[in-house]
C-alpha cells in the first residue's frame, strides 16, 4: 500500500514562472516530511524538509507548504530555472519509525 | 564530514549469475544503513535495512538479500539474479536512531544494474 503519493507524474513549466509540485500521504503518524531532487543516473539529494508543527518552510527559491488536516504536502520552485530539470521525490516518516517512505516522483522539465 | 561511497557505478549481469553491491560510509558511527531501488518509471522501494551489524530488516520479500558485516559497510547480494531485479540500486544513511528526522537520509550515487 502506497503510503506516500505523487499523482502528478510528469510538470512542465516555463522559466521564470511558479512550479508546483503535490504530494499526499496516509500516516497520520507521520511528522517529517522531505523532498528530493534527482538527476539521472545519480543518488536523490536532499532539499528541503519540514516538520508536523509546521506549516510552511522556506528556503531561498524553495518553500514547502504542509497541510495536515488534508494530509497534503506541496513544493513551490519560484523562479523556476532550467537547472531545476530533475525528479522530485517527496517522503515522509514519523519519529517512532526506522524509515521514510517515498513518493513515485515527479519529473519537472523547465523549458527555457 | 560524511561521505558515503557505492560501487560499481554501472553493471551488466547475465540472468542466474550472483550479485554483489557493496556500500560504505565514511564520518560517522553505527548509522543506519538502506538499500533502496528505483525501477524503471517507479518510485524508490527500500529493499532492506539496518539499524546495526548483523541486524538486517527486510522490507519486500525478493531474490535478494543483505548483509552487514562491519559497523559502516552495507552488502546487497544475490545468488541468482533475474531479469527483474535490473534498476537503479541506492545505499543510503542517517544517524537517526529509531525515528525520522528533519535530515533524512544521505544517499550514494547509486548502481545501474542491467540483468540481460
Known amino acids: 500500500d502506497q503510503q506516500v503519493k505523487q499523482n502528478s507524474p510528469s510538470l512542465s513549466v516555463q522559466e521564470g514562472r511558479i512550479s508546483i509540485l503535490n504530494c499526499d500521504y496516509t500516516?497520520?503518524?507521520?511528522?517529517?516530511f522531505l523532498w528530493y531532487k534527482k538527476y539521472p543516473a545519480e543518488g536523490p539529494t536532499f532539499l528541503i524538509s519540514?516538520?508536523?508543527?509546521?506549516d510552511k518552510n522556506e528556503d531561498g527559491r524553495f518553500t514547502v507548504f504542509l497541510n495536515k488536516s488534508a494530509k497534503h504536502l506541496s513544493l513551490h520552485i519560484v523562479p523556476s530555472q532550467p537547472g531545476d530539470s530533475a525528479v522530485y521525490f517527496c517522503?515522509?516518516?514519523?519519529?517512532?519509525?526506522?524509515?521514510?517512505?517515498f513518493g513515485t516522483g515527479t519529473s519537472l522539465t523547465v523549458i527555457p | 564530514s560524511q561521505t558515503i561511497h557505492q560501487w560499481p557505478a554501472t553493471l551488466v549481469q547475465p540472468v542466474g549469475s550472483p550479485l554483489s553491491l557493496e556500500c560504505t560510509v565514511e564520518?560517522?558511527?553505527?548509522?543506519?544503513l538502506y538499500w533502496y531501488r528505483q525501477a524503471a518509471g517507479r518510485g524508490l522501494q527500500l529493499l532492506f535495512y539496518?539499524?546495526?551489524?548483523?541486524?538486517i530488516s527486510s522490507e519486500v520479500p525478493q531474490n535478494l538479500s543483505a548483509s552487514r558485516p562491519q559497523d559502516r559497510q552495507f552488502i546487497l547480494s544475490s545468488k541468482k539474479l533475474l531479469l527483474s531485479d535490473s534498476g537503479f540500486y541506492l545505499c543510503?544513511?542517517?544517524?537517526?536512531?529509531?525515528?525520522?528526522?528533519?535530515?533524512?537520509?544521505?544517499f550514494g550515487s547509486g548502481t545501474r544494474l542491467t540483468v540481460v
Open positions: 517522503a515522509a516518516g514519523g519519529s517512532t519509525g526506522n524509515q521514510f517512505y
Open positions: 543510503a544513511w542517517s544517524v537517526l536512531r529509531g525515528g525520522a528526522s528533519p535530515y533524512g537520509y544521505t
Open positions: 519540514i516538520s508536523s508543527i509546521k
Open positions: 500516516n497520520s503518524m507521520f511528522d517529517y
Open positions: 564520518g560517522t558511527s553505527n548509522p543506519n
Open positions: 539496518s539499524v546495526g551489524i548483523g541486524q
